[in-house]
Each structure stands twice: as C-alpha cells, then as structure tokens.
C-alpha cells in the first residue's frame, strides 16, 4: 500500500519556520555562538559533500550541506576572513532561520544549520535522545523484491543493493555530480528525470531537498513508494512536517563531541568519531507537540 500522502499546499520552508516559531516560544533559544566553515578541499579534489555548521551558546550545533552550486564559495567570501568576533556571534537564531524562505542559497544553508541547532537545544533541554541509527545509512534495509529510488548519490546504497539483487535508479540534480559518479559507477544508470522513480517502492532522498525546495515535487514523483526516507547531516530536525507530507524516516546526524568536531571541521578531517547518526521513524514518533509540551 502507498504511504504516501496528499500534497500540503504549505509550501515545506514555511511549514518548518512556522512550526520553529511555536517551540522558539515556549523554549526560547540562545544566540549564535559562531559559524563553523569547512576547510577548503584541495584544488582539483572536489567533495561528494560538505557542511557548514551554526553553533549556539548552550553548546547546540546543527548542520547544512554548502555544495549546492557555488554555496560553499559564497560562503567562504561572506563569512571566512579574519575578524575579532567569530562569524554571526550574537545573531537571533529565528532572524537566521527566516530566509529559510525566499533566501538565496548561502543564507538558506545557514537558516537549515540553525533550525537544526534549535533543534538540538530542545532535544538536549527535555531529554529527548533520538534513535540511534542501526546502520550508518539510517536504518535503510534492502531486498532483492526492492526497486530503490536514490535522490542524491549514496554510494554505499549502490554497493548494498547490487548486493541484495534489487533494481536501482537515480536522480541526481546536480550536472556535475552526474558526470562524476557516472564515472565512479559506470554501470549505474543516473538521471535527471524525477520521472524514473515512479516505479520505485523504496525511495532514499537527501537532505538536500530541503534546501533546493524539491521534497514535495520528489515525493509526487514516487507515487509508489511504500518508504520514503529523508537522510543526511543537515536532516537534525522535527521531522513532523516531513511525516505530514509522506516522508516515513528522517535520518540525522547529531554532533556529540563538540571540541573534537570543531578541530575536524577546521581541518578538512572526517568528523564521524565526534556525531552520531540517528533514525526517527514515522510509526514511532510521538510528535512534536507532545514531547515540547505545547
């Protein structure tokens, strides 16, 4: 049977700032303590992803994918130069978080990276511990019966559902990434028709979708998905907005050391040792009204 359900007609940004506005009321949330940047990668050794991250007073931090386009060198422009006072110090978290609608694509990555970060304040402030992931692709199981749906490039998925003996079709948006996993993966076939996950019953989405608004136009694009999940670093969020809108598992990331972070961030290391992947499933969840107490 289909999970998923009918389009809401509130477009997702504003759904989530909507929804932010009601817990930032009854938790209100510290200033930004600084933006943490991404070293540069080497010249000629481009990223399959990087993130930025938005760090609060109360030690929260929230994550957000820069390599939509030309975000991360905006960013760096905008943001990375010395200074007496680190990037954003002392910024409203919710003035941040408002061009998560209409904003360009820097300030929208920046908006994703402090919902994620209220996020994290609230879930620290009334205990809430999110499933931890049984797998580091956020619980995603694959059969041989699977037609998997990957939006965005998971290679590790590739190998495991070549493996489990399923059919696999991708949408990646980015011509760039096209080019270069076709040339990672010359036996997989990648598109940019969202028109080939009709057939899929397993759909796996970036988080992604959030920043390019295409989460709703990917999801009618799967009209038989029995399983619609919605991972990466930069999903560390409420995931009721998703859930309303047919998403069946949010898989987020969420940093647990954060000097350690902080100091692998800054070098360009891996920073897998310093978070923790987790995995909210839609059955489970008791809503966010429920555990913020609103």
């Known amino acids: 049977m289909n999970t998923i359900t009918p389009h809401c007609s509130t477009p ?131 059969s041989s019966s699977d037609h998997l749906g990957m939006i965005g490039f998971f290679p590790p998925l590739v190998r495991r559902i070549t493996e489990a003996g399923g059919r696999l079709s991708v949408v990646e948006m980015n011509t760039e990434m096209v080019a270069r996993q076709q040339a990672r993966f010359p036996g997989v076939s990648i598109s940019q028709d969202r028109d080939t996950l009709r057939d899929c019953n397993l759909v796996v989405g970036t988080s992604t979708m959030l920043l390019n608004d295409t989460l709703d136009a990917m999801l009618a694009a799967a009209p038989n998905a029995q399983r619609f999940a919605v991972i990466g670093p930069s999903a560390g969020l409420w995931p009721d907005v998703l859930f309303e809108r047919g998403v069946t598992l949010l898989g987020g990331t969420r940093v647990t050391d954060r000097a350690a972070f902080r100091d692998a961030l800054a070098a360009g290391d891996s920073w897998s040792a310093c978070t923790q992947k987790f995995a909210i499933h839609r059955e489970s969840w008791p809503g966010w009204r429920l555990l913020a107490g609103t």
């Open 12 to 142: 997702v940004a504003r759904a989530l700032l909507d929804q932010m506005d009601v817990i930032a009321a009854r938790f209100p949330p510290a200033p930004v303590a600084r933006l943490h940047i991404p070293a540069r990668a080497p010249t000629g050794q481009p990223h399959d992803a990087e993130f930025c991250a938005i760090e609060l007073a109360d030690g929260s931090m929230g994550l957000s994918y820069v390599l939509l386009g030309d975000t991360l060198h905006a960013l760096l422009a905008r943001h990375d130069h010395a200074r007496s006072t680190p990037p954003l110090a002392g910024v409203d978290p919710m003035a941040l978080a408002q061009p998560l609608v209409g904003g360009d694509p820097v300030e929208r990555a920046l908006a994703l990276a402090v919902v994620n970060a209220m996020t994290d304040a609230v879930w620290r402030r009334i205990g809430y511990e999110p499933p931890a992931a049984g797998n580091s692709l956020g619980d995603i199981a694959l």
